[in-house]
């Protein structure tokens, strides 16, 4: 079975600009969650959706939104890119179907780098 | 509100010798614990997980852990360390009943001489 896999793996942008990270989650999952992962705050939760709806969010600014499609993979939106959203941003999907924490499987990785 | 503290930002271990990596954790209810490992430009890994049950946990590549209620403490170990092993060690709990919102550590960067 295909792992969860990003788009694209590395990406440059300048403030002020938008931009769009991809996640599509293993065959079957109907939850994704992102994380963000920074040297000084190291991985923080911003958000996780399952069956299209966002179940929980992290404390992020606005800027930071997602959406998830019918087929589960999703996307993520930062926009007016701020030099500080410089990250690896994570992406993991799980079965989730309690509702309860399940296993994620952790994606490899979007690399923003915010010029 | 959950947190966790794993202390050590980098340990160093000979080859051969115990891996232990500390980790504490902060919860209002009973939580789920995790170990994950991070190589170089990677994602994590799943090392093991603790939810309900035996307390001991055991995971892929000789990985275990405890979890110790009184101790608040979810330590991970290995017996005999390789050189294989050297990456980044994370900690991470949950709320059960909140779904799939981990809290991380900081990270361990586990260091292997020869």
């Known amino acids: 079975k295909a792992g969860v896999t990003q788009t694209p793996r590395y990406l440059i942008k300048t403030r002020g600009q938008q931009v769009t990270l991809s996640c599509s989650p293993i065959?079957?999952?109907?939850?994704v969650s992102w994380y963000q992962q920074t040297p000084g705050q190291g991985l923080q939760f911003l958000f996780e959706y399952f069956s299209e709806t966002q179940r929980n969010k992290g404390n992020f600014p606005g800027r930071f939104s997602g959406r998830q499609f019918s087929n589960s993979r999703s996307e993520m939106n930062v926009s007016t890119l701020e030099l500080g959203d410089s990250a690896l941003y994570l992406c993991?999907?799980?079965?989730?179907?309690?509702?309860?924490?399940?296993?994620?499987?952790f994606g490899p990785g979007t690399r923003l780098t915010v010029l | 509100a959950q947190s966790v503290t794993q202390l050590g930002s980098h340990v160093s271990v000979s080859e051969g010798a115990l891996v232990l990596l500390r980790c504490n954790y902060s919860?209002?209810?009973?939580?789920?614990l995790f170990w994950y490992v991070q190589y170089p430009n990677q994602g994590l890994q799943l090392l093991l997980k603790?939810?309900?049950?035996?307390?001991l946990v055991k995971g892929i590549n000789g990985f275990e852990a405890e979890f110790k209620k009184s101790e608040t403490s979810f330590h991970l170990t290995k017996p005999s360390a390789h050189m294989s092993d050297a990456a980044e060690y994370f900690c991470a709990v949950s709320d059960p009943d909140a779904g799939n919102m981990l809290t991380f550590g900081g990270g361990t960067r586990l260091m292997v001489k020869p």
């Open positions: 603790y939810t309900t049950g035996a307390t």
């Open positions: 993991a999907s799980s079965l989730a179907a309690s509702g309860r924490t399940d296993t994620q499987y």
């Open positions: 919860s209002s209810v009973p939580p789920y």
């Open positions: 065959s079957g999952h109907r939850s």
